[in-house]
């Protein structure tokens, strides 16, 4: 229902989280791995799609970055990347994904070729990405508020999946573990963004807006996968049993 007169700062918040209703932690994939019913292969297949993911946030704060006018808010943000480039020395979320792969099979090399990155998944990070790019810092910014929801679902991780998958190796989810206190953190800052901009009811409106266009693409993330790994419906299913969808960043 849309907002016909400008919210309260605690009304606007309380309408953001209710956002989470559509967070990715209820779509099937996710219950699925939650509950120990994934396969190996489903592991590994989120786990290398996920990794598109990963590597681009750093390009989506970077964009921000650049369109942003006010040290103050670089000086803040720049943490994001810092968090998964890694800085002086110490590695980051990126390398700590890495780990991750590892820890379920996948070969270091195999997952930085992004050869089993599926094209849904490649399109919606790749949207993402563009509309970090193209839109006002603000509101760039503030589509990265499913981190309202982030800290509930690594540790959904970190509670079931040691039990239900004794065969990953322990060091693969130290992303996890250091997510918790890094996304509280993010989600201070963005939330406090949201509430002193957007203001109106037409600002609210489309923050809201913007906040699901973020939920969709973490849905349809899944959705991709769900078809390759569960139904057994890659891209070219009906044709051959290769990957033959592209596999490269053509821009």
């Known amino acids: ?15 953001l989280r209710a956002k989470g ?18 396969t190996p292969e489903q592991i590994r297949g989120w786990v290398a799609n996920r990794f598109y993911y990963q590597t681009n946030i750093p390009l989506k704060d970077a964009a921000i970055m650049a369109n942003c006018a006010h040290p103050e808010v670089r000086r803040k943000w720049v943490q994001r990347i810092l968090d998964h480039d890694g800085n002086n020395g110490q590695e980051g ?48 910014a503030c589509s990265s508020l499913t981190e309202l929801f ?13 039990q ?3 065969w990953i190796k322990e060091e693969g989810y130290f992303y996890f573990r250091s997510r918790l206190s890094q996304a509280n953190r993010d989600v201070e800052h963005g939330l406090a963004l949201a509430l002193e901009v957007f203001t109106t009811a037409e600002q609210q409106n489309r923050m809201l807006e ?23 419906r890659a ?17």
């Open 1 to 15: 229902m849309a907002i016909t007169e400008a919210l309260s700062p605690a009304a606007f918040e309380e309408a």
């Open 21 to 38: 209703a559509y967070y990715h932690i209820h779509h099937p994939y996710h219950i699925a791995m939650h509950q120990g019913n994934a």
């Open 93 to 140: 979320g990126i390398e700590a994904w890495l780990r991750l792969g590892e820890a379920v099979g996948i070969d270091r090399e195999d997952l930085l070729s992004e050869k089993h990155v599926l094209p849904g998944v490649r399109f919606a990070v790749d949207a993402y990405v563009n509309f970090a790019r193209r839109a006002n810092w603000q509101e760039a």
């Open 150 to 162: 982030a800290p509930q679902i690594h540790q959904s991780r970190l509670d079931s999946w040691p």
């Open 164 to 166: 239900h998958y004794p």
């Open 210 to 232: 913007i906040l699901q266009f973020k939920l969709d693409i973490l849905w349809t993330m899944l959705d991709a996968m769900t078809m390759a790994y569960e139904l057994n």
């Open 235 to 251: 891209p070219y299913h009906t044709v051959t049993d290769k990957a033959a969808w592209h596999t490269t960043r053509l821009v």
